[in-house]
């Protein structure tokens, strides 16, 4: 194990609604390079926990740290300014505008620049954007229309927006939801590669047990809101309490089919 900080440490974190407990007592820790999953049923507290690491909740209680630095309560403008990227369920970009003016305007927006958003912006850092989409395989389409693209080149391209703030902790909600199975096993490959070349934390959260077991170092098992489980994916799946929750719902993963495949 590493001698180094974490860079993120999660302690106590809570949030409740109305009297519901929506997180209870959660902590948890990550390291720079390191792919941790957290994944739960229908109603875990998985997207509060989220919203909280982010700045769009506030926590009752509890601390967020980032690379040692109390980031609880701050506002996700804050927060994003120190270097925490996110990707959402559903993508958001600009249709009309091309591949390349959509990761442009996050770099303007990283290099807090102020410009005519239909002109300037279109010779602010060209080469920067072009490298970015080189880099999720996306180079070949930098002056299409968003709005022509598949839903998988859509996915690469939010990437790619993410990584315009040079980010060390990327939150990732459901990165492969609504995607072909080839595209989510790309997609988490591509991402697992960025972050370990640059050493880039990423958390995400995942409905598809093949990808959280195929792609995860570490896996957080939320229930209720309730940290259950983590640990090592071997040590997820032989967790009887997380068997016993999942097992009626088709979460619980195969590790027979795993090896019978040569995994």
Request: charged share 20%.
């Given at each position: 194990?590493?001698?180094?900080?974490?860079?993120?440490?999660?302690?106590?974190?809570?949030?409740?609604?109305?009297?519901?407990?929506?997180?209870?007592?959660?902590?948890?820790?990550?390291?720079?390079?390191?792919?941790?999953?957290?994944?739960?049923?229908?109603g875990a507290g998985k997207s509060t926990c989220f919203d909280m690491l982010n700045g769009q909740n506030t926590p009752d209680a509890g601390r967020i740290l980032l690379r040692g630095e109390d980031t609880t309560g701050r506002p996700p403008r804050a927060i994003w300014r120190l270097g925490v990227g996110r990707t959402f369920q559903i993508t958001a970009t600009f249709p009309t505008m091309t591949v390349r003016e959509n990761v442009q305007v996050a770099l303007v927006s990283h290099g807090r620049r102020v410009f005519n958003f239909f002109t300037a912006t279109q010779n602010?850092?060209?080469?920067?954007?072009?490298?970015?989409l080189d880099l999720v395989g996306m180079g070949g389409y930098a002056d299409r229309p968003c709005g022509e693209l598949a839903y998988g080149d859509l996915k690469r391209l939010e990437l790619a927006i993410a990584l315009a703030n040079e980010p060390k902790l990327l939150l990732m909600d459901e990165p492969t939801a609504g995607m072909a199975p080839r595209e989510r096993v790309e997609l988490m490959r591509l991402t697992a590669r960025i972050a370990r070349e640059q050493s880039i934390g990423v958390l995400f959260t995942e409905h598809d047990m093949d990808v959280v077991f195929e792609h995860a170092d570490r896996i957080l098992v939320l229930n209720?809101?309730?940290?259950?489980?983590?640990?090592?994916?071997?040590?997820?799946?032989?967790?009887?309490?997380?068997?016993?929750?999942?097992?009626?719902?088709?979460?619980?993963y195969d590790a027979r089919h795993r090896e019978g495949a040569g995994a």
């Open positions: 194990m590493s001698a180094l900080p974490p860079l993120l440490s999660v302690e106590g974190l809570t949030k409740s609604y109305g009297g519901v407990h929506a997180v209870r007592g959660v902590s948890f820790e990550l390291a720079a390079g390191e792919i941790l999953a957290l994944i739960g049923p229908n602010f850092a060209r080469e920067q954007a072009g490298r970015l209720r809101g309730t940290l259950i489980a983590q640990g090592s994916p071997a040590e997820v799946r032989a967790n009887r309490e997380v068997q016993a929750i999942y097992l009626g719902e088709g979460l619980v």
